[in-house]
Structures are given as C-alpha cells and as structure tokens.
C-alpha cells in the first residue's frame, strides 16, 4: 500500500494553522491614573441619596395603600359575617317562637284533617262561632247596650 505524500506530510507538520483558542491577553489601554474630576462623587452621592429617597417614598406608598386595601377587605368581610349571623339568628328565632310553631301545628293538622274528610265526600256543618257565642238580645241592656 502506498501512502500518498501529501497526506504524510499533513500529519507530519506540527505549525499551527489556526488562532489558538482561549485567554489571550490585550495590550493595555491608556487609563487615568487619578479620577476624572473630584465633582463627580459629590454628584454621584447626591443622585443616589435621591434615588434612594424616591424609591422609599414610593414602597411607603406602595405598603401604605396595600394595608389600607387589607383593612378595607377585613372590614368588609366582618360586615358581611354580620349580616350572615343576623339572618341566621333571625331564623332560629322565628322557627324556636312557640307560637308560631303552634300555628304551624295547627295549619298542618286543620289541612291533615280537611284531606281525610274530603277523601270520603265527608262534610261537616260549618259552625259560625260568633252567632254560637253571642249574647241574646236581652242581655244587651245590661251590659250598657241599647
């Protein structure tokens, strides 16, 4: 087999054909020694006092108006709880009222009995309690009447 020269002398040669690659040093610039100007750090030290004045404010602001927002919505909810408590309240009151528990007993019952006697075409005489009940005539003068 025979080797072809070009190739041999290709891995043979050892002088670097490209940049090599990483960290190469820059030749150094001209740099001032000293600060520009003394004027400037004053300057710079007034700018960020200032700076940092506004961005106090405005957090403050910021944390002011957040807890004014949270004590509203606290507010708010306590009011809502309350009208809850007052419904709820007036509820058990309504339904723990004997009396209207006598009158739903008894509306439930008249209703229960009005159902059975209809069922078997049965009618009871209506009764009119004020003519049941009334005084006769005769009375009516003694008791200041006329």
Known sequence: M??????????????????????????????????QSSAAIPT???????LSTQSYDAMSALQSAGLQN???????KQSERNAVVDKVSDAIAYLSDPNVLEADIMSAAAAKVAACSNAWGYTEPIVDFDTLFALPATSQHLLGGT
């Open 70 to 76: 949270a004590a509203a919505y606290v507010q708010r």
């Open 44 to 50: 710079a030290r007034t700018n960020a006092l200032a």
């Open 2 to 35: 025979k080797l072809n020269q070009e190739q041999i002398k290709a891995f043979s040669d050892t002088t670097p054909k490209a940049k090599p690659q990483g960290f190469t040093p820059t030749a150094k610039t001209d740099r001032p020694t000293q600060p």
